[in-house]
C-alpha cells in the first residue's frame, strides 16, 4: 500500500472510531498533502489530518488545544488519558487560596482570572458537586457547577474580569501576556487575602516565571508571610479546580451577554473566529474588535 493509500484508510478509520463517541462528524476532504475532516461540539470545532509525505503517515489535531473536545480527541486517537496518571502521593493543604485563569487562548472575550478560598468543609461540598478541571467539563456543566460553588455557605472567591479593551490597555502596557497575568492573579490573590486567613496560595503555573504579588497599601497583607506555589496540572487540588470553573463561568457569562445583544461570538482561534473577526472589521471598524477582541493575536493580521 502507497503512502497516500495508507493515509486515506487512516484517515477513514479515524472517523469510523470517532463517531462512535457521538461527536458530529464533517465529510473528509482530500488536499494537496493530506486529508481531513472537522469534529465538531457545542463549543469548539477541532480538525482532524492525516498527512502523507516522504516521512510516512501522521496525524495531527488542529484547534484550541485546551478545550475539552481536543483532549477527548487526543484521548480517542493517540490513547492519551484525560486524567494526569502519577503515583505521586499529593498532599492538599488543609486551607488554601487556588487560583486558575480562562480566556487567555481566546481571541474574541475577556480574560478572566479567579482565587478561591479552600478549607476542609469547602472541599466535601466541592467534591460533592463533581468539581474538577474546568476543562474536562462543558460549558453548561460549568455554569451549573460554578452556581452552586456561589451559593456555598460563607464561600469565598474574587473573580477579575478583564474586558478585550481593557486586555488590550494592559498588553500595551505590559508587551507580554505572562505579566499581564501575573497582575491578574495578584490582583485576586490579593482581594482575597484581605477576606480570609491563610498561609498557602497555590496557582496552576502559566510561565516559567514566578508569581510576584504586587506591592499592596494594606499592611494587614503586605505582612502576611505567603508560601506560593505554582504547579503544572494546579486543577488536581479541588481549590485551583473551583477557581477554573469560576473563571470559565465568567468567561461564559460575557459570551452570553453578547449574544443577548444580537452578537455571536466564536470561542478560541480557527477559521471560524477569522471569519467573524473579518466580517465584524467589515461592518463595524477595528474600534469594534478592540471592545470584543484580544488585538495582538495573529488573527488580526490574517484580516488585514
Given at each position: 500500500?502507497?503512502?497516500?493509500?495508507?493515509?486515506?484508510?487512516?484517515?477513514?478509520?479515524?472517523?469510523?472510531?470517532?463517531?462512535?463517541?457521538?461527536?458530529?462528524?464533517?465529510?473528509?476532504?482530500?488536499?494537496?498533502?493530506?486529508?481531513?475532516?472537522?469534529?465538531?461540539?457545542?463549543?469548539?470545532?477541532?480538525?482532524?489530518?492525516?498527512?502523507?509525505?516522504?516521512?510516512?503517515?501522521?496525524?495531527?489535531?488542529?484547534?484550541?488545544?485546551?478545550?475539552f473536545?481536543?483532549?477527548?480527541?487526543?484521548?480517542?486517537?493517540?490513547?492519551?488519558?484525560?486524567?494526569?496518571?502519577?503515583?505521586?502521593?499529593?498532599?492538599?493543604?488543609?486551607?488554601?487560596?487556588?487560583?486558575?485563569?480562562?480566556?487567555?487562548?481566546?481571541?474574541?472575550?475577556?480574560?478572566?482570572?479567579?482565587?478561591?478560598?479552600?478549607?476542609?468543609?469547602?472541599?466535601?461540598?466541592?467534591?460533592?458537586?463533581?468539581?474538577?478541571?474546568?476543562?474536562?467539563?462543558?460549558?453548561?456543566?460549568?455554569?451549573?457547577?460554578?452556581?452552586?460553588?456561589?451559593?456555598?455557605?460563607?464561600?469565598s472567591?474574587?473573580?477579575?474580569?478583564?474586558?478585550?479593551?481593557?486586555?488590550?490597555?494592559?498588553?500595551?502596557?505590559?508587551?507580554?501576556?505572562?505579566?499581564?497575568?501575573n497582575?491578574?492573579?495578584?490582583?485576586?490573590?490579593?482581594?482575597?487575602?484581605?477576606?480570609?486567613?491563610?498561609?498557602?496560595?497555590?496557582?496552576?503555573?502559566?510561565?516559567?516565571?514566578?508569581?510576584?504579588?504586587?506591592?499592596?497599601?494594606?499592611?494587614?497583607?503586605?505582612?502576611?508571610?505567603?508560601?506560593?506555589?505554582?504547579?503544572?496540572?494546579?486543577?488536581?487540588?479541588?481549590?485551583?479546580?473551583?477557581?477554573?470553573?469560576?473563571?470559565?463561568?465568567?468567561?461564559?457569562?460575557?459570551?452570553?451577554?453578547?449574544?443577548?445583544?444580537g452578537?455571536?461570538?466564536?470561542?478560541?482561534?480557527?477559521?471560524?473566529v477569522?471569519?467573524?473577526?473579518?466580517?465584524?472589521?467589515?461592518?463595524?471598524?477595528?474600534?469594534?474588535l478592540?471592545e470584543?477582541?484580544?488585538?495582538?493575536?495573529?488573527?488580526?493580521?490574517?484580516?488585514?
Open positions: 500500500m502507497n503512502i497516500e493509500k495508507e493515509a486515506a484508510s487512516e484517515i477513514k478509520r479515524l472517523k469510523s472510531e470517532i463517531i462512535k463517541h457521538l461527536f458530529t462528524v464533517s465529510e473528509v476532504s482530500t488536499k494537496q498533502y493530506n486529508h481531513e475532516f472537522t469534529v465538531s461540539s457545542d463549543q469548539d470545532k477541532i480538525k482532524v489530518q492525516v498527512y502523507f509525505g516522504k516521512k510516512g503517515v501522521k496525524t495531527i489535531l488542529q484547534g484550541n488545544n485546551e478545550s473536545l481536543y483532549k477527548k480527541l487526543s484521548s480517542i486517537i493517540f490513547g492519551e488519558s484525560l486524567f494526569r496518571q502519577t503515583n505521586e502521593e499529593i498532599h492538599e493543604p488543609g486551607n488554601y487560596i487556588g487560583t486558575d485563569e480562562s480566556g487567555k487562548g481566546d481571541f474574541f472575550g475577556p480574560l478572566t482570572v479567579a482565587a478561591f478560598y479552600s478549607d476542609n468543609s469547602v472541599k466535601k461540598e466541592l467534591t460533592h458537586f463533581g468539581v474538577k478541571d474546568s476543562k474536562l467539563l462543558t460549558d453548561p456543566q460549568i455554569n451549573l457547577i460554578a452556581e452552586k460553588i456561589k451559593k456555598i455557605k460563607n464561600v472567591y474574587e473573580v477579575v474580569v478583564i474586558t478585550p479593551a481593557k486586555y488590550n490597555e494592559l498588553y500595551a502596557k505590559f508587551g507580554n501576556l505572562n505579566l499581564l497575568l497582575w491578574a492573579h495578584s490582583k485576586a490573590i490579593e482581594v482575597l487575602l484581605n477576606k480570609v486567613d491563610t498561609e498557602t496560595v497555590i496557582t496552576d503555573k502559566f510561565s516559567k516565571r514566578e508569581l510576584n504579588i504586587s506591592t499592596t497599601k494594606n499592611k494587614s497583607v503586605s505582612d502576611k508571610k505567603i508560601n506560593f506555589i505554582q504547579t503544572a496540572k494546579g486543577e488536581r487540588f479541588i481549590g485551583v479546580a473551583a477557581a477554573s470553573i469560576l473563571a470559565r463561568n465568567a468567561m461564559n457569562l460575557w459570551f452570553e451577554n453578547q449574544k443577548q445583544k452578537l455571536v461570538l466564536p470561542k478560541g482561534a480557527s477559521g471560524e477569522d471569519l467573524k473577526a473579518r466580517i465584524i472589521k467589515s461592518q463595524f471598524g477595528e474600534a469594534k478592540n470584543l477582541a484580544k488585538l495582538h493575536f495573529k488573527t488580526l493580521q490574517k484580516i488585514k
